[in-house]
């Protein structure tokens, strides 16, 4: 029965000769299922010995430890691959033990010999998984960490050495041992961490400040777990940290270029609305008052079109720096873009103290600056609006300063005016007039009048100068006065110009063609219509249109259009010239007034404006400058045309000093297209 059992053992019983081959005295029959071997083969080492049948690299090994046992006369217990007769290798486990005989000289070995592979690939498959996860560990850029409770490190990786600014792992390990007060810049993250944690099993890129062990501060950001033990018992985190200190360096400097003008280096408009929120409450809390100041520079366009850019650029530096070196610390300056800046200036108990530091402020900006060797004296006109009487909320309080800032520009630059609730109807009244001009291009609603020059040698009609009206349907008929200057503001005077000099020439064109003579018409050109690139095609262009002669156009130009850039200016007046065009300069007096630059330009014509024709009889020094100023035109090779002729004391005085033309009242109104038909089908 013994040897059933035994045979019937997957391994093998065994017993052999202490000796090189392990010669086997007994075999049971389970070798057969270990070896590929039958007992016949192994006993005695018939075919094969044993020694053989162990794997060649481990058979000092097996030798060895048996040794030992026998010189301790103990058990042993061994691992050690077979070669299997069919080629194969497999892992066996050996327990046995040595036999010695009276004289303590040992006989046999005696023991059992089991198959192990399985748990074998099992280990195997274990120790490379254990390979893989270490070498992520240990190369791994984040840092891995495993922590206690109580804030010391049992685990780090040399990533969060690295991060940490230690030397390895064990350093990290050894030096931190608190972790709340070591490494947090703020300890107060640690119990922020903990209760993360509690509440919600885990914390994902939770931002904190930590020392180095150079005591230098980065940003790192973790992500870790509680680890349980199989009780349910809290046993330690675990998590992995990652240094982002870069990410957060470039987030605020992000930051910053988001909210701050990159010119100036001054707050920028998406700061605005936040920082007035904040005084507006604190205004609120403390019962004082906030001025919002709208600063709006005077003619910088100008600056900026004439001078350059870059001078412009230099020019707005400037001016921020002096209206920040000009405020209080606590008021803030933003710009707002171009030449508009935003000032907030909380606490204030009256408006003599915004009154008195506004003063004061434009006062010192007005002190010539100097830029590229120019000296540049820069005004600004301010609005101010204040809380709480202005508005309560942000939106109201800038817009009601820029309504009053609009009032200063008004009111002649230089100066700031408070919001006052009428100043909205008018800017009302303006946005209306704005809207229903745009209507009236569409609606065809302009007409034009014509107004003759007279000879004043012959007393022949010597041209005309057509004049915008505007016939809204059912309402007055409107002065240009009225709304040129809102035209050219918005830019809605170029389409307007455009009809006017096309209906202008039509005219210019019927009347030559009904009357055989050639009557110049005079058009008024606004300086932005002037200033597109291309008006001198366009001109051309309603010339080959109409069929008009070029010699039968006069464009009138005034002197303002000139400041912005000369050169260009002169430009396409010679451009002008060249098609054949006449030129007019309008309104002389009222500018420049310069007749040293006048000689460089190619014009045929001088308008000296109504004011000096006037001023005429009030005073014996106006003849004599008027009587200069005719002179000089007319030695320049001028036309002199004096405008705005009322009176026969004037025509008498004009015609003695031998003015070339005359318009006004006193020889006929600006008329009505068929009144000027009939006048030019008479004369
Ligand atoms: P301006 O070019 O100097 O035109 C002369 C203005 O003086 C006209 O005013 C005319 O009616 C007025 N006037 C003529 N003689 C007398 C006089 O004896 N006494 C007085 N008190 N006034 C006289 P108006 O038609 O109201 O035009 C005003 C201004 O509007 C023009 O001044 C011109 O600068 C501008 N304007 C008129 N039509 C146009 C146009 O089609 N385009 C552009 N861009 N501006 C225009
Ligand atoms: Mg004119
Ligand atoms: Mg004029």
New binding site residues.
Partial sequence: MLNKVIDNLKGMVYCNIYDEYWTMLYVSNGCIGLTGYSPEHLINNQTISFQQVIVEEYRAYVRDEIAKAVAHNSWFEIEYPLQHAKGHTIWVSERGYPIFDEFGQVQALEGYIQDISDRKNVEDSLKKAEARYRSIFENAIEGIFQSTLDGQYLVANPALAGIYGYASSEELIHALNNIQHQLYVLPTRREEFVNEIATKGKVQNFQSQIYRKDKSIIWISENARLVYDKDNQPIYYEGTVEDITELKNHAVEIEYQATHDHLTGLPNRYILNDRLQQSINFAHRYQSMLAVVFVDLDQFKIINDSMGHSVGDQLLVAVSQLISSNVREIDTVVRLGGDEFVILIPNVHSKDDIELSLSRLLHNLSKPLTINNFNFSVTCSMGISVYPNDGDDPDTLLKNADSAMFKAKHAGRNNFQFFTPELNDILTDRFNLEYKLRRAIERDEFL??Y?PKYNLTTGQISGA?????WQPEGEVLI???TF?QI??ETGL?VK??QW?LET?CRKAKQIHDKTGTHLPI?????PK?FRQPNFVEIVQQVLKETGLTPSSLEL?I?ENIMIEDTPKFIETLQQLKQIGVKLSL??FGTGYSSFSYLKDFPIDQL?I??GF??ALEQDNANMAILKAIIFLGQSLGLCVVA????TQFQYDFLKSVGCDEV????FS??LPEHTFDVLTLQS
Avoid at 465 to 469: F, G
Avoid at 522 to 526: D, F, L, P, T
């Fill in positions: 034009l009048h107004q100068e057509a004049l915008i009206r002065q240009p006065l040129i035209a050219e005077i307007i110009g006017v202008a005079a058009v008024n050109v606004s219509q009138e005034t309008d309104d308008k404006d109504r024709i006037n405008e705005g002729v009322e318009q006004g009242f006193f109104k600006p």
